[in-house]
């Protein structure tokens, strides 16, 4: 797979050499489905003050102007906020389609793109935060391409920096028996239908979309997602020599007591010496 990254900065090389051992179903899937749904994504996740929050948050670990690294950016939902607040973020997506409305949305070129697999990056410097947010990890699919995951996580991370990680709490998920049903209106123009089923033996959840939208035939994508508990979080992160500094409930650091269902995790992980 060529990586590459679009208006890149002098410290950023703009042809990146990829590493073998990512790049797998789970690459190939969500690329072709954040293809498919990147010009609805804004309407069917909109911004919400919770993503104001996460500014906030980083500058609780961090300074005003330090370089954020976005793993699985989208269309700026997080990152273009972040920019607001003075960080200077790189993100990287493997979709195309997402990384071209991020560039409809950030006509200054205030974020530094990227265009890559995130499992298999090395951009060959380090950043003050690494952050996934929204479930970015659980793109990767295996256990294996969640370990390669964690140790790009890790080659990013400055010896000082910090990893921020936000994944669902996947409870309700792992015991569910029939498919869930959601239905997403697309402001005046139709709706997508998205069905989720659980392959509990494996963690994964098969996330199928169909798109309905005016005077265009219905369009389909399926892609696959690997939850997993906090815990398990904690391990992969203890093989890449990360260790858990704290964990919340929220961008507001509100307390994570493991109790209620589908609460979000936000985890922050410092790199061992
Ligand atoms: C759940 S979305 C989150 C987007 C954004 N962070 C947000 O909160 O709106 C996950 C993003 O990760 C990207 N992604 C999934 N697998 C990837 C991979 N292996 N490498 C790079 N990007 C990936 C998808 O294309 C998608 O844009």
Not at 105 to 133: N, Q
Request: include cysteine; charge should be negative.
């Amino acid at each position: 797979m060529t990586t590459t990254t679009t208006e890149a900065p002098a410290d950023t090389p703009a042809d990146i050499p990829a590493e073998a051992g990512a790049g797998g179903l789970g690459t190939a899937l969500t690329t072709a489905y954040s293809d498919a749904i990147a010009e609805v994504y804004d309407e069917i996740y909109p911004s919400t003050p919770d993503l104001e929050d996460i500014a906030d948050f980083l500058l609780t670990l961090t300074a005003p102007g330090a370089s954020v690294l976005e793993l699985g950016v989208g269309t700026g939902r997080v990152a273009l906020p972040l920019a607001d607040k003075g960080f200077r973020v790189h993100g990287v997506d493997s979709s195309e389609g997402m990384l071209a409305r991020l560039a409809e949305k950030d006509p200054e070129g205030r974020i530094t793109p990227v265009h890559a697999d995130f499992a298999a990056l090395d951009l060959g410097r380090t950043f003050d935060v690494v952050l996934a947010p929204f479930n970015s990890l659980c793109c990767a699919v295996t256990p294996d391409e969640q370990i390669a995951l964690m140790h790009a996580v890790a080659r990013h991370t400055a010896p000082d920096g910090h990893v921020v990680i936000e994944t669902f709490d996947p409870s309700d998920y792992h015991v569910q028996k029939k498919n869930e049903i959601n239905t997403y209106p697309v402001a005046g123009r139709g709706a997508m239908i998205e069905s989720i089923g659980v392959l509990p033996a494996s963690q994964n959840m098969m996330v199928h979309n169909t798109l309905f939208l005016d005077g265009e035939p219905p369009k389909s994508a399926t892609t696959v997602m690997r939850y997993l508990w906090p815990s398990e979080l904690d391990l992969l992160a203890g093989i890449a020599r990360l260790e858990l500094s704290a964990r919340y409930a929220g961008w507001r650091e509100q307390p994570f007591d493991g109790g209620d269902s589908r609460k979000m995790c936000v985890s922050v992980y410092r790199p061992l010496p």
